[in-house]
Nanobody
Framework: QVQLVESGGGLVQTGGSLRLACAAS????????MGWYRQAPGKQRELVAA???????NYADSVKGRFTISRDYAKNTVYLQMNSLKPEDTAVYYC?????????????WGQGTQVTVSS
């Protein structure tokens, strides 16, 4: 069993910054990818940023140049540094990880953390 625990959401003014963290724990043999999705009210969940294996980050066009994803491989943790936040960034942010317990890879999701950007 694998658990993802997120932290770092909150309320911030336009132009402000937040840093999200997501730590994976449990039966982890290998991690293929870790990333962040978000879902705003009335909208579909969308990819924000992800890191596959040891590659560089992939970003949604809407956050390029403002958000930075990073991984601490030793701690099985992924971070999302969010700068120059805009009201349209308001959403519940979910951590996602593709992890193998030694038998097969599965998708895992965190519980979600609210990010609210006030205008």
């Amino acid at each position: 069993q694998v658990q993802l625990v997120e932290s770092g959401g909150g309320l911030v003014q336009t132009g402000g910054s937040l840093r999200l963290a997501c730590a994976a724990s449990g039966s982890i043999f290998s991690t293929r990818a870790m990333g962040w999705y978000r879902q705003a009210p009335g909208k579909q969940r969308e990819l924000v940023a992800a890191v596959i294996s040891v590659g560089s980050g992939n970003y949604a066009d809407s956050v390029k140049g403002r958000f930075t994803i990073s991984r601490d491989y030793a701690k099985n943790t992924v971070y999302l540094q969010m700068n120059s936040l805009k009201p349209e960034d308001t959403a519940v942010y979910y951590c996602n990880a593709v992890i193998s317990d030694g038998r097969s890879f599965r998708d895992y999701w965190g519980q979600g953390t609210q990010v609210t950007v006030s205008s």
